[in-house]
């Protein structure tokens, strides 16, 4: 009988030890392709470091010693109160095709892969980044959503938080102020420390700098969209679900101040006649990222993302009008839900908004509409977006994809053919 339970621990360490050295192998090969892209500014390094630390090395978030980590599902949980209560958000959202394949046998068929990512790393319990998250916040976003937060509170300390299918009625800002009190109490729990008017205060003087740096990375690709790769840019915004804020806050400062410079003397990242794309929908993920990397491998400049991973997650600060705790509470919950552009709420009317005003800041001439395998939500709205942008006369085509390579020749020649379509004619493809 020992023997027997020494071989099955043997197995267990076995599949483990596979599980490690694929998903590293994965993300070093993303990394590879996103280093190897031309024009990558220095001060790109340390983002890159960041995903390099989780992915490669298998180690924790990038944070001050002794601050407890809290693992996060969607942009709708403010960072600002984790901060607040004494620790460190870390945004969870899996985009490993390692752990979508162990979490595929968990999880249904039809359930997106980013969910079964998720269900994988859980499942597998080797990643230290998952692994020291004290606390889980699962936002009901989606049916996936909920199915997810059940399976993690077998598991872990979850709490799952109530988002209002509507945003425009003062009764659904209620319900998320509560749901924000309810989980500052779980908060409380992990880490002692008590909600306080300068808490919050603190933590939103924090954020605020970093949304500061943010809004001028933003400022400068309006001004000068062709100053970056878009690959570049969108592993420095992944970065960010792994980095503390001060850190992630200097290194940003870092590379505006590098893109500024090259831009005023001139350099480019891609070239002027380069036509160039928006990408929204589903979230990109790493080491998912084969789709921006063949945007710009196939000759397209990636200028504008419209995705939850992308600026749409740090660039709506708090407008803070009671200088009191309830205030600053009441702040948080609408500035989480209220300019939010996912399409999980009833009127969605914003996210069209945004998307044609990136049009104009960013000069886009194309755009591709991501869509994960089983993401319904994004699927729902496609129609809106071709409609729309069909009265514009600015083509746009349908991208679904899953988290595995097999599908990538296919992506290759669709994306190539709908980059010729820009130079030499518009319309839209599905």
Known sequence: MNDYISRQGSAEDRRKARFLNKSSTTAIKYLRKIEDLPHKPDA???????????????????????????????????????????????????????????GDDIAPRDA??????????????????????QLMAVPI??????????YLAERRNTIALHVPSGRDRDEDMEQYVRELYLFSQKLTEVTDVELSYERLSWACGMTAAAQYELSRFIELRRKYPLAIKGTHYMAAMNAISYTHISLWTRYMHNLCDEIEAKA????????????????????????????????????????ADETCMGERGAYDPPAIVDQSTDGIMRALANKSTRPCTCPTFVDNKRRVYRIMQMLKDYRVQGVIYHVLRGCLVY????????????????????????????DVEQLRIRIEAFIELIKYGKGSSK
């Not at 976003?141 to 059940?150: F, I, M, Q, V, Y």
């Open 44 to 102: 790109l390094k340390p983002f890159t470091d960041v995903l390099k630390h989780v992915f490669v090395d298998m180690q924790g978030a990038v944070k001050p010693q002794g601050v407890p980590s809290v693992g996060t599902y969607c942009v709708m949980i403010p960072p600002e109160l984790i901060y607040a209560m004494g620790a460190m958000p870390v945004k969870l959202c899996g985009g490993s095709y390692t752990a979508f394949n162990v």
């Open 112 to 133: 997106c892969p980013l969910v079964k990512a998720i269900m994988g790393f859980e499942s597998i319990g080797v990643m230290p980044v998952y692994q020291e998250c």
């Open 141 to 150: 976003t989606c049916d996936c959503k909920k199915k997810l937060a059940g």
């Open 264 to 303: 005023k003397r001139g350099e480019m990242a891609s070239k002027e006649n380069r036509p160039r794309i928006l990408i929204t929908g589903s979230p990109i993920v790493f080491p998912n990222f084969k789709i921006p990397l063949l945007i710009e491998e196939m000759g397209g400049a990636l200028v």
């Open 379 to 406: 699927d729902y709205e496609y129609q809106v977006m071709e409609e729309e942008l069909g009265k514009l006369g600015i083509p746009i085509i349908r991208i679904e994809s899953d988290y595995n390579e097999e």
